[in-house]
């Protein structure tokens, strides 16, 4: 089945970031990984349905690139979702989430210094996810769409530390950036989404 780009969650312009780099972000970057996830499905699905897959090599074969493509654009595409829609919110922290940070991290204040240090950390993505083994909310990190993610955790606070997200509005600075991502959070939606992760 045909996977169809998400189109940004919001009408106003998140605070801190330009409208040029979220249109090539969204536009350019995330729907060519939708693209590429439609691609590849389409590449597999003959050889899900009793294909010919006796040359499967874990060195080199084309199912390994298929699949291995295939984690690569779907993270690539569900990650970015869940980055636009923390976006462009009133960043006043509150709801069931907050909550839950407090009891966590002790404080948002800890959280957000600890959130920011993962981000300056991570070389991709840095994942607030409610992870369903542990039952408890963690701070996983991925230097690529296809590395550091942790099987059974959902993410529910997801920001991009590519430097595609700010390198345009704010060069190297990506403390910078990461300062004024976290002042703009979407509560209302992190809520939503961590209510629904932890259920
Ligand atoms: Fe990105």
């Given at each position: 089945m045909k996977y169809e780009p998400a189109p940004l969650p919001f009408s106003k312009t998140p605070e801190g970031i330009s409208e040029k780099t979220l249109t090539i972000h969204h536009d350019k970057l995330y729907v060519g990984y939708v693209n590429k996830k439609n691609e590849i499905e389409e590449k597999l699905l003959p050889l899900m349905q009793?294909?010919?897959?006796?040359?499967?090599?874990?060195?080199?074969s084309e199912l390994r690139a298929l699949l291995d493509g295939l984690t690569f654009s779907a993270n690539g595409t569900y990650l970015h979702e869940w980055y636009f829609e923390s976006l462009a919110g009133a960043g006043v922290p509150q709801g069931p989430f907050a909550d839950a940070l407090i009891a966590r991290f002790g404080s948002m204040e800890n959280f957000l210094k600890f959130f920011a240090a993962a981000g300056m950390a991570a070389r991709g993505w840095a994942v607030l996810a409610w992870?369903?083994?542990?039952?408890a909310l963690q701070v996983y990190i991925g230097?690529?769409?296809?590395?550091?993610g942790v099987w059974g955790a959902v993410p529910v606070l997801v920001m991009d530390v590519y430097e595609h997200a700010y390198f345009l509005d704010y060069g190297s600075d990506r403390k910078a950036y990461i300062e004024s991502y976290l002042k703009q959070l979407n509560w209302d939606r992190l809520n939503e989404l961590y209510t629904s992760a932890s259920r």
């Open positions: 009793g294909g010919d897959v006796a040359s499967a090599n874990q060195s080199y992870d369903t083994k542990s039952q230097d690529a769409h296809n590395q550091g």
